[in-house]
């Protein structure tokens, strides 16, 4: 296939949607792509999938086994066209339409029972295209994956995008969410990279494709509209059909170092002060070198991964993207410095980073590396959590993790559960807190909580384990990461419905994922979707 982008596209900003609304309550107009075709018609194509059809019941569900639904028909949305047309179809029916692109939301909502889901896993182009104003840019389609991004803009194009590790995550919900990843602290978020978004809205009347660009004039409908989609999250504001981003792309490094150690529990339960040291060290370097001015030390990522005991290890990853890797040994050296256990070599499945070699550190080309550490798991049972930490740890928040990770609980397997500390901050901090919808511009470490199981009927005791601990651990300020303390909220990507929905009067995901950016987003939600149509039990909300 040629790395010319085509005109054919339609990505996926997960969705939830209103029930029973129809074209004509909406007073839709009979339109086709609207404002934005000014290309020949394009006709629509896909395919519609009903029970009981084989492939039903794996486009009924997502990655995350916990959530399966019984919609009317899926489709999977073959061009742009299709994506206004099917859109349009599914409000002229009364059913409400939600909108899946790699299928990777941490909670339900795409379910739809009796509903449509538009699925976009079969639109997964790469390559070169132009924006609306004439200028070249490299375009994904939403059903893209993080793997279909690094293959062809690597192979093809020789630059890169600083998205997740996680390979089959869709582009849909990533990008609009703020994603980040292993190259993050050198290039900063995807959104910061970005140029336009193309969108099929539902806004006066019309049911139609829009092209919003970051260009367009300070205050327009379709400023607001591009403003929105860089970190506002999935599924508030239309179904994004391709994402532009600038033509000056990062090119990746030649060559990285991995690194991975353990700490194995048995050690540390003989010497509980070494798990607060190794945690102190960590915090307190990352506290030392993640400010927008670092230079040393912006091209290292590391993960923590604070295993509960029963997994046998903690272990830290590491990438280094410069050839010299003295700096990569010092900083191993630091984070375990006064530490009476020593880490071990990690040769073993940690979480999801599979790391089959028998060396502390390992220098590989750049994208081997990525396929090293390019795993999304399997699929199962899940839940998860996440903050933002501005600052290292305190005394508590870490004798709250020691509590419970070496805590066991009757009648549940708590081996594939853990807090996963991230290292942020460097270039993800050189925006201003408004420039984009993700509002957090100074944290250091990024942190998701995380259990995994299969059997249903540990679904009570694996909710309940995860919600104490991370209760526990911020304690301090009601129980959730307040923004602007010690902490800064919850990432819109990881989302978590223990933190309030649309059902509760002022739930705290609206400050804890968007600061003082939410009225901003509930004013383009007027803008482009007044009615609700595309709405979910976290979703951008009406003003009132």
């Known amino acids: ?35 934005a075709a000014a290309a020949p018609v394009e006709q629509p194509e896909g395919y519609t999938v009903f029970p009981p059809d084989s492939r039903y019941e794996t486009l009924s569900q997502g990655f995350n086994q916990r959530w399966r639904s019984s919609p009317a028909y899926i489709r999977l949305v073959g061009n742009e066209a299709d994506a206004v047309a099917e859109l349009r179809s599914a409000l002229d029916h009364g059913l409400r339409p939600t909108v ?38 490299y375009a994904v389609e939403g059903g893209a994956t993080n793997w279909d991004i690094y293959t062809t803009l690597f192979r093809t194009h020789g630059v890169t995008l600083p998205a997740g590790s996680c390979y089959s995550v869709g582009a849909g919900g990533h990008i609009a969410g703020g994603g980040y990843g292993l190259l993050s602290r050198r290039h900063g978020l995807t959104v910061d990279h970005l140029v336009q978004v193309d969108v099929a809205t539902v806004r006066g ?41 600038a033509h000056d792309l990062p090119k990746p490094p030649p060559r990285v170092w991995l690194s991975s150690v353990a700490w194995k529990w048995a050690d ?77 070599v990690q040769t073993h499945k940690a979480g999801r980073l599979l790391l089959p070699y028998p ?51 009757e009648g549940i397997d708590l081996t594939q559960t853990l807090v996963q500390i991230d290292s942020y901050g460097c270039q993800v901090n050189a925006r201003a807190t408004t420039a984009a919808a993700i509002p957090q ?76 950016n939410y009225p901003r987003l509930q004013a383009a939600k007027k803008l482009w979707d007044e009615h609700d149509v595309f709405h979910h039990a976290q979703s951008i909300t009406l003003p009132s």
């Open 1 to 35: 296939m040629s790395h010319e982008f085509s005109r054919r596209g339609f990505i996926g900003s997960t969705g939830m949607a209103a029930a029973g609304v129809s074209a004509a309550s909406l007073g839709l107009a009979a339109t086709g792509a609207g404002r």
């Open 100 to 137: 899946r692109g790699g299928g990777h939301c941490y909670e339900g909502f795409v379910d739809n029972d009796r509903g449509v889901i538009l699925d976009l896993s079969t639109l997964r182009g790469v390559g070169t295209a132009t924006d609306k104003f004439g200028g070249a840019t």
């Open 205 to 245: 009347g019309r049911v139609e494709l829009t092209r919003a660009h970051r260009a367009d004039p300070e205050g327009s409908p379709e400023r607001e509209l591009f403003w929105a989609h860089t970190g506002g999250g999935g599924g508030n504001f239309g179904v994004v059909v391709r994402y532009h981003f």
């Open 268 to 344: 540390l339960l003989k010497h509980p002060e070494d798990f607060r040291t190794l945690l102190e060290n960590f915090g307190a370097f990352f506290a030392r070198h993640s400010d927008r001015t670092e230079t040393v030390y912006r091209g290292l990522f590391s993960i923590l991964h604070l295993t509960h005991h029963s997994n046998g290890n903690v272990v830290l990853f590491s990438q280094w993207d410069e050839d010299d890797p003295a700096p990569l040994d010092e900083y191993l050296a630091q984070v375990e410095h006064g530490m009476r256990t020593r880490a071990g």
């Open 359 to 409: 060396d502390k550190r390992r220098r590989m080309p750049w994208f081997q590396a990525t396929m090293t550490v390019n795993g999304s798991g399997a699929n199962q049972r899940g839940k998860y959590k996440s903050a933002y930490h501005r600052k290292p740890f305190t005394a508590a928040q870490i004798d709250a993790w020691w509590s419970w990770l070496t805590r066991d609980v």
């Open 441 to 516: 511009r100074d944290s250091i470490l990024k942190l998701q909580y995380q259990t995994y199981w299969t059997d249903p009927a540990q679904d009570a005791g694996h909710l309940a384990y995860l919600r104490g601990l991370y209760q526990d651990t911020y304690r301090s300020t009601g129980g959730i990461p307040e923004p602007d303390t010690d902490t800064d909220g919850a990432y819109v990507n990881y989302p978590d419905t223990d933190l309030g929905t649309t059902a509760d009067p002022r739930p705290p995901y609206q400050r804890l994922y968007y600061k003082q």
